[in-house]
Each structure stands twice: as C-alpha cells, then as structure tokens.
C-alpha cells in the first residue's frame, strides 16, 4: 500500500497515448519522434529513421493496455522462457493492432512505404541454418523458443492478462554465413537501438549473479554450464520479485494464501525450474512463512509444459554445483524429495520400484545430479505435453508416479502459428474452380516473393512452376534430415541465416514438407502445423502432431511414411539382429556420399517410391489445389489463440480483460 492509504495502482491514468487511426494524426506523431527521438539527429529522415519513429510512435499507443490490467488487478499468468524466438515486432504490432493502412498512408505522406520501413528491424530472431535443397538444418533452437513468442502474441489477442518474463541477452545466438569453407559464426548485436525496450529505472531487485551475455553459452566447459545455471536462476529469482512485488502492491493489502488466486506461473520446459525453490525461499526468508503454506502457494501457481521425451534432453545439474551456487536452494529440492519418497511409499506401495527413476535428486556416483523435470513434475499442479502422443508417452513411460498428484497430468495440446495466409475458408470451397484459382495465385506469389529472396541471397534463380518441397528443423538424428538430404543432395541450394522472418516467406511458399521424424521421438513438432495451415502437404510420419494433423484434415490428403510408434522397437531389435534390409539404394547413397562425388549421382531414386505418387498427384494441378486448400481449413485448430485459450480456461484460471 501507498503510504496516502491508497494502493499506488489507483494513481495510474487510464491510458498513456490513444490509439488513432487517422493517417494524418499518425504522420504528425511520427514526426514527432523523428524530432525528438534519443538515437538520430532530427533533421534525417532515411528508412531508418523512419522505422524508429514509427515504431515508438506504435509502441506509444499500445502502452495504454497494460494500465487496464493493473488498475483492474485480475488474476495474471506470467509465462517464463529462456528464449522468445520474436520475429518483425513492428509488422507484428501493426497487424495485431489493425492498423496497417493507416499507417502506410501516414508514411506515405513522409515520402516512405511501410514495406521498405518494417524491413529496416534488427531481426531479433537470427537462427544459423544451412538449407541444401531448402532443407533448412537449424543448429539453434526451434518451436520451444518460437511457441513462447507465439503466445505473447495469442495472450495479446485474446486481452488476457498475461505477460512472459525472459532474459534480456546482449547478444543473440550468432549471424551465420556458410562458405565453402564451412560455417562462419559472427556475433548478434541485436539489441543495439531497440525501439521496443522500456527501461524501468526504479525496479531494482537484488540477485547474486550477473552475467547473461549471451543466449547458450557453451556448454562444452564447467564455466559454461555454470553461467547457464546462472542465467536460469537469474531469472526465475528477479521475475519472481517483481510479480511479488506488485502482489504486494495490490489494492486492501494481502494475504500469502490467496497469491495463488492473483498469479499462475507457467514454465517453458524444465529451464525456469528454479522458480520453485525460489517460490519457497522468498517468503520463507523474508517473510517467515512456514514450510507447509510455503509448499501450497508454491505448487498452486506453478505449471509445466515438456517438450521432450528424450532422455538425454531432460535436464539435469550436478548437486556439488548446485550447493555451492544455491546451497538454501539445494536444502528445500532436498527437503521436497523426502516428501516425493516418503508419500509414494506410504500411498502407493506398489510404485516403490518406479522411485528410482522418478525422484528428484540422483545420487548416483559418479555424478550425482538433479533431475529438473521430475522436480517440476513433482511441484507442478498441473503437467502437459505439447501433442496428444507425446502427451500419451509422458503419462505411460516418463512420469508414470505423477498421477498421484491430482488429476492425470498433460492434458493440453499446443500449438503455433505464423505467416499465412488468414483466410476465413470453408471445405466446401476446395472444389470451386474460382477459388482454386484464386488460391494458386496466392501460392504462386508467396513463391515469386520466396525465390526472388533465395535469389538475393544465393544468387540462384529457382522456376516458380516448380515443386517446392521443404524441411525446416533443428538438426537432430530423430528428425532424420539426412535421410532427406541423400534424396536432396544433387539439387541444393545455400540458404542461411533462417529465422521468422525467412519463415514466414518460406513457409506459404512451400507446396510439400518434410516431417519424418522416427515416430514417438517428436514432442509435437511446430512447422508442420505452420507448413498445413499454408496450403503445403505434408510427408510425415505417425509422429508428435503429425498424427492430430491427418486426423484433422483427412489421411487421404497426408502422405504417410515410415513406421508407426508401436512398431519402431522392433525394427529397432531387426536391425540390431541385422534381420533388417535397408533398401540397398540407401547404402549405395551413403557410399556415394562417403566419395565425396556429389555431382554426377542421381539420386532421384532412393525416394522415388514415395516421389512418384507425389509428382503424378502435383500434376493434377485441381486435385493438389483441392488437397492443399483442404489442407489449410483442417488446421483450425493449431492456431495458437486457440490453444492459450485453453491454458486460460484450464490451468491457470484467468479471464478476459477487455481494454474499453
Ligand atoms: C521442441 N523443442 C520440440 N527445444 O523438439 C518439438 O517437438 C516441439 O514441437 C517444440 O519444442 C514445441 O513444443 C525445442 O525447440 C529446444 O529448442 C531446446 C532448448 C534448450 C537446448 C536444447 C534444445
């Protein structure tokens, strides 16, 4: 409280600028902030001063949103993440906000074109790639990162109260040029001149560490690993004193109990797990809260979403480290394993075996470790997958002894969404001979528009008429990019720097994917559903989303590879026995690539099996139309406003909060 008696949060004006739509107001605005903007001289006025002031002149109107929240103090859901994969924010916001045509008139007045303008953003987003044959191998970071960004949006969309807290990373994760020499790594200074940052002077919380340079320091050193412990405790601890802060803050004072009832905290993988000791520590040191009330705030505001099941991906840090760095830390995850063991022997006898593998902490010399994920799974109150397999794989193989606490665990499915289309179409539309033209053409820009920028950056010219079939993925063995890359490798292309911009160029322009992961490995998978919504068919196996993506839109418009989930182990035992014949043409690829001989191979027939039902069907130019626009309506229900609708309605219990 105010020391008037007042909550501070009254003395907030309902909003800081109004949104205007009259283009004429909006080019006065915007040569306001070329005049009086901290980073230029106010007497330039190039496209990158043009992008500064609009982009502060967006920003100031949207700044009005955020007092509704506080002054209406409903119950908020904060989303922590390590990464926010962020694309154009200022195309985003102008979209968002539909205020698009207004502000390229306004611009238009100033003698400039939004299109140049919003291209003049540091791409905040820059993930190294390499695409061979717009197979895009990204050796960054994926759907985790891009999800988080995707829901800020949709929490946005929705006027939910709702924000995420990450790490403000100096650099990002690095600029990637591919030579011929290999991969070139240059330093991502994307913060330089955001627009976007809003600097709060007198918000100040004391956290032992501070070092977070960079986004994935190197694991391969102790230094490294250390650092990253650093960040992730960073953030949980000053993201957990804000939100406690202003809890504090709130209008009639407050009580610890009904915290839970003002803030959900939902955690991106097993990265913020710290927030749960730290949830315990804050008002157990400051505020003398006892263990037991410490323990139901804790586990009624927390949430957990994982995003894989491979074990050697779940996290785990050492426990010498961890009680050196954070030793108060390391008494409470102690203090919470014993209850975890003692509750599971008194309730449920027969789980006993399972313990082992289920406890948080694993003593096991001759590296002792924490298990991140058994410790969210553990405190969490409620867990979830990303996909309805993975979901299922979590429940029945991972965390089998949750289930004791509460209702079963992973019940949600998400989702993303980017670029596109956006139309609002019907299925009945997939045979009208209009439409179908009006459709090829959209297609047919989105490639003109993809191949004219593959053609800036590669100098390669690429026909427009033809079968453009595309992979985006992190490169990991389970995502079998090789597998595609033996069919590929004649006809390849260099295409680097992938990120959401690229994407969002790449992913309408696309008619084919690739998403061929070993079923069961993939959580969910995210572009397949951005590559389906955009008219692009897919070849997939029965994995992660895929399997929800046929389901939706009809197998017979899903080209199925590969073995199902249930089937992989035992071609896995087939091979291990060498009962297993791999195509021969498969090894006479491998051979091949072993020669270094690239060039004069064809390898059109190591995929020709699954090709010429592909190519005969791309002929039929009004059956490929018919399946890519039914390919597009099935995917109603990956778009990401969807899936936070559910998270607000099912875990973290919030409302709508229209701004008037
Ligand atoms: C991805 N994970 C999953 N991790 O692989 C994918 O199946 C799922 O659809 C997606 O999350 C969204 O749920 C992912 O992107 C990472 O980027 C890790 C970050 C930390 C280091 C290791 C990779």
């Known amino acids: 409280m105010a020391e008037n008696g007042k909550s501070s949060t009254e003395k907030v004006p309902a909003a800081a600028h109004p949104l205007t739509e009259n283009p004429t107001e909006i080019a006065t605005d915007i040569n306001y902030h070329v005049k009086l903007n901290t980073h230029f001289s106010p007497f330039k006025f190039e496209p990158e001063q043009a992008f500064f002031a609009t982009a502060e002149s967006v920003r100031n109107s949207m700044g009005g949103h955020f007092l509704y929240f506080v002054r209406d103090n409903p119950k908020h859901t904060y989303y922590f993440s390590m990464e926010f994969l962020q694309g154009r924010a200022l195309t985003n916001a102008i979209g968002n906000l539909g205020i698009e045509n207004a502000y390229a008139e306004a611009l238009n007045k100033l003698g400039h074109e939004l299109e140049e303008i919003v291209e003049q953003v540091i791409n905040s987003s820059k993930k190294p790639v390499l695409v061979l044959n717009c197979i895009i191998l990204m050796t960054g970071n994926g759907g985790l990162g891009r999800i988080a960004s995707c829901f800020l949006d949709s929490m946005a969309t929705l006027n939910l109260p709702a924000g995420g807290y990450g790490l403000r990373y100096k650099y990002g994760l690095f600029k990637q040029r591919n030579t011929k020499q290999g991969q070139e790594e240059i330093a991502e200074d994307w913060l330089e001149f955001s627009p976007w940052e809003v600097v709060r002077y007198d918000l100040v919380y004391p956290v032992r560490f501070f070092i977070y340079a960079v986004l994935y320091p190197g694991d391969a050193t102790e230094s490294g690993k250390l650092l990253r412990l650093k960040q992730q405790f960073f953030l949980c601890s000053a993201s957990l004193q804000d939100i406690i802060s202003r809890f504090k803050d709130q209008r009639g004072g407050y009580t610890w109990s009904e915290f839970p009832s003002k803030i959900a905290v939902q955690l991106n993988d097993t990265h913020p797990t710290l927030a749960i000791p730290e949830l315990m520590c804050l008002p157990m040191e400051d505020e003398g809260l006892g263990w037991d009330e410490a323990w139901d705030v804790t586990t009624r505001t927390i949430a957990y979403t994982n995003h894989t099941v491979l074990p050697e991906a779940l996290e785990k840090w050492s426990q010498p480290v961890m009680w050196k760095l954070l030793p108060c830390h390391m008494e409470i995850i102690e203090e919470i394993d014993i209850m975890f063991l003692a509750m599971v022997k008194d309730t449920r006898p027969d789980l006993e075996y399972k313990l082992p593998s289920m406890c948080i902490l694993d003593h096991n010399p001759p590296k002792p470790v924490v298990r991140m994920a058994n410790l969210c799974v553990v405190s969490a109150h409620t867990v979830n997958g990303v996909a309805q397999l993975h979901s299922y794989t979590l429940k029945a193989e991972l965390f089998v002894v949750t289930s004791l606490y509460g209702p079963p665990s992973s019940k949600i499915r998400l989702t993303a969404l980017l670029g596109g289309f956006g139309f609002a179409i019907q299925s009945s539309f997939a045979d009208d001979a209009n439409f179908q033209d009006e459709w090829a053409s959209a297609k047919m820009a989105s490639k003109r528009r993809l191949a004219s920028n593959i053609s800036c950056v590669t100098g390669e010219s690429i026909d427009p008429n033809s079968l453009y079939d595309i992979q985006v993925k992190r490169i990991h063995e389970y995502k079998r990019q090789l597998l ?78 590969g073995a199902r989930a249930d089937e992989v182990p035992r071609l896995r035992k087939y091979q291990e026995n060498r009962l297993f014949e791999p195509d021969p043409r498969f090894e006479e690829a491998k051979q091949y690539i072993r020669s270094g001989a690239f060039g004069s191979y064809d390898y059109k027939p190591l995929l020709d099996s699954l090709e010429d039902v592909i190519y005969r069907y791309f002929r039929d130019r009004k059956r490929w139309l018919k399946m890519s626009i039914l390919s597009t309506v099935g995917c109603g229900k990956f778009i990401s406003d969807q899936t936070i609708a559910q998270y607000a309605k099912e875990i973290w219990n919030i409302q709508e909060c229209r701004v008037p």
């Open 484 to 561: 595609n890359i033996l069919g590929a490798i004649d006809r390849w292309y260099l295409f680097q720097n992938y990120n959401v911009s690229v994407a969002e160029m790449l992913i309408p322009g696309s008619e084919l994917s690739q998403h061929i992961s070993t079923a069961g490995m993939e959580a969910s998978g995210t572009s397949n559903m951005k590559f389906a919504l955009n008219g692009c068919l897919i070849i997939g196996t029965l994995d992660g989303a895929n399997v929800e993506i046929r389901e939706e839109i009809g197998e017979e418009i899903f080209f199925l590879f």
